[in-house]
Each structure stands twice: as C-alpha cells, then as structure tokens.
T-cell receptor, first 113, second 113 residues
Framework: DTGVSQDPRHKITKRGQNVTFRCDPI?????LYWYRQTLGQGPEFLTY????????KSRLLSDRFSAERPKGSFSTLEIQRTEQGDSAMYLC???????????FGPGTRLTVL | GQSLEQPSEVTAVEGAIVQINCTYQ??????LSWYQQHDGGAPTFLSY????GLEETGRFSSFLSRSDSYGYLLLQELQMKDSASYFC??????????????FGTGTLLAVQP
C-alpha cells in the first residue's frame, strides 16, 4: 500500500499522560499536514511541513502540542499532559508542492479518560 | 473569522440528483475543494475549482462563483455507496502558499433505496 499511513490507529490514555503519533506520507510528497477532527465537524488544520521545515502552526495549537519531521519523510505529533478536550481523530495528509489534492491517512483516534 | 457553511444533512433516493451548497468567508482563497468521508474513514478528494465555472468528473460535478463566495457539489445517479459526509474546503494560500485546507462543517448525505 503506497498511501498515507498512521500509527497507532487507536490510543486510549489517562489525563496528564503524553502521547505520540506517527505519520508516514506518500514517499514522493514533500508537504505534510496534521489536522484534528471531532465528531460531527470538519477537519481542523493544526500544522504544516514542507520537507523538514515546519512552516505554519495553527494559533489554536497550544504549547502542549509539538510536531517534527526530522528527515523530511515521516512525521510525529506529540501531545504532552493530555486533557479530555484533546480527544479527537488526528489526521495526517500529504501532497506535492503544486498540487491542490491532499491525500489523507486513516487517522489516529485519541481518547483521553 | 473564517467560516464555510453547508447544510448539515441531505436525504435522497437512489438514482436521483442532489446538490450540496457551500458558502464561504475566508481571509485567503486559492480554490474550493470537495472531500468525501465515509463513517470511520479518511477524507478522500473529489473535486477542485480554482476558477469560476463547472468541473465535471464522472457522476460528480462542482461549481464555483468567486464573486458570490459560493460553490456546490452535484452528485448524479446516486448510489447507496454515496452515503457519506461531504466537506467543502477552501485552499488557504495566504502567507506563502501554505496550501492548508479550511473545512466546512460537512453535509451528511443519506441515500435511500
């Protein structure tokens, strides 16, 4: 399968714990995005990488959230000191620079108890 | 602020035609995309309009009027498998062609036999 993959698919954690998610984009894609989606809502932009550079971060993203893309390939999203409000589906997408089409992964569903 | 308005639910019968409208108000606009998302699945790209007019892709067509900040997705010859959520999304290129997507709240389409 050459699509976008995410790991884990599901994560249950207790409030206050740290969690880390991984995204492997389509290999030729230089742009990588993270979105968050809650039930009944559309995906909400979190952050964006072009190659290894993080070029934009949503103002909605608190300092508990950090993302990396160390070699311009896979990316990780870490949430520190999780809160119940962090419960959501975390989606990763990738694209070519000039393309308007983004390819989404299956998402990681986070539940914070 | 930035907002994209869509009807929350639409119901139609197999074989019929349905139109899902989207009105937007965003600070940057570099095109309107449509994504389909089945329950529990990842958003998948359907169509994109960068300029005014109609784009046709098989049973799906999408229309854009930039002067009216309005677009729609037209689904013809509806099939049961078209039951899903449909999201319009503005490509926000402000600040250096980020290409991030700002999604609407989504329209849940139910196709009945």
């Amino acid at each position: 399968d050459t699509g976008v993959s995410q790991d884990p698919r599901h994560k249950i954690t207790k409030r206050g714990q740290n969690v880390t998610f991984r995204c492997d984009p389509i290999s030729e894609h230089n742009r990588l995005y993270w979105y968050r989606q809650t039930l009944g809502q559309g995906p909400e932009f979190l952050t964006y990488f072009q190659n290894e550079a993080q070029l934009e971060k949503s103002r909605l993203l608190s300092d508990r959230f950090s993302a990396e893309r160390p070699k311009g390939s896979f990316s990780t999203l870490e949430i520190q000191r999780t809160e119940q409000g962090d419960s959501a589906m975390y989606l990763c997408a990738s694209s070519f620079s000039a393309s308007f089409e983004q390819f989404f992964g299956p998402g990681t569903r986070l539940t914070v108890l | 602020g930035q907002s994209l308005e869509q009807p929350s639910e639409v119901t139609a019968v197999e074989g019929a035609i349905v139109q899902i409208n989207c009105t937007y108000q965003t600070s940057g606009f570099y095109g309107l995309s449509w994504y389909q998302q089945h329950d529990g699945g990842a958003p998948t790209f359907l169509s994109y309009n960068g300029l005014d007019g109609l784009e046709e892709t098989g049973r799906f067509s999408s229309f854009l009027s930039r002067s009216d900040s309005y677009g729609y997705l037209l689904l013809q010859e509806l099939q049961m498998k078209d039951s899903a959520s449909y999201f319009c999304a503005v490509r926000d290129g402000a600040g250096g062609a980020t290409n991030k997507l700002i999604f609407g709240t989504g329209t849940l389409l139910a196709v009945q036999p």
